[in-house]
């Protein structure tokens, strides 16, 4: 069984330019989420969705961040425009009861 | 919402001692709590997990405890060896909602 996956595994982009995560999570997992890990600190929560709806969204920190999972299979995350603190590690994650799994992560940096 | 709180924030062991990373959580609504290991440039890894029906358990070498009532568990090692360095983070959730991390233990086995 595929894990969750994660595109791209890395990236670099200048500050201002827009940048999509993707994740498609376990195959039958309604629940997913988007983490991110940000200069060695926490791996702090971002949102989750159930299915194709926003269970909670108030990890989000911006109106930079535009997160979508229609159709209620992978997601993307959007962040337009980029800023330096953006850089980080952000983890999708998904599970089907108390269990999640998380991706490899993508590794993002704005220079 | 829910605080997780993590200690040590490193700790290096002897190869074959054992090592012991303590973490507390605030909600006592939280059922649920997982350990995580994240070796470097990987996502976190689920390597075992407890409810909060549950005292104690053990899987090999690696053991976690519960008190519910300090509102503290615990993950431990034994015969550490040199593949076990990582960064170790506890976590806790209730039902199905949201993960909340410690801020991580940096694990280091020395040969």
């Known amino acids: 069984e595929a894990g969750v996956t994660q595109f791209p595994s890395h990236s670099v982009i200048e500050k201002g330019q827009t940048v999509t995560l993707r994740c498609d999570p376990i195959?039958?997992?309604?629940?997913l989420y988007w983490y991110r890990r940000v200069m060695g600190k926490e791996i702090k929560f971002l949102l989750h969705?159930?299915?194709?709806?926003?269970?909670?969204e108030s990890g989000m920190p911006n109106n930079r961040f535009l997160a979508e999972r229609t159709g209620g299979t992978y997601s993307t995350l959007k962040v337009q425009p980029a800023e330096l603190e953006d850089s980080g590690v952000y983890f999708c994650?998904?599970?089907?009861?108390?269990?999640?799994?998380f991706g490899e992560g993508s590794w993002l940096t704005v220079v | 919402g829910e605080n997780v709180e993590q200690h040590p924030s490193t700790l290096s062991v002897q190869e074959g001692d054992s090592a012991v990373i303590k973490c507390t959580y605030s909600?006592?609504?939280?059922?649920?709590f997982p350990w995580y290991k994240q070796e470097l440039g990987k996502g976190p890894q689920l390597i075992i997990d407890?409810?909060?029906?549950?005292g104690e358990k053990k899987d090999q070498r690696i053991a976690v405890t519960l008190n519910k009532t300090a509102k503290h568990f615990s993950l431990h090692i034994t015969e550490t060896q040199p593949e076990d360095s990582a960064v170790y983070f506890c976590?806790?959730?209730?039902?199905?909602?949201?993960?909340?991390f410690g801020t991580g233990t940096k694990l280091q086995v020395i040969p």
């Open positions: 969705f159930v299915k194709e709806s926003k269970q909670d």
């Open positions: 976590a806790a959730s209730k039902g199905y909602q949201k993960v909340t």
């Open positions: 195959s039958g997992h309604d629940n």
């Open positions: 994650a998904s599970s089907h009861g108390n269990t999640i799994y």
């Open positions: 909600d006592s609504a939280s059922n649920y």
């Open positions: 407890i409810r909060s029906n549950v």
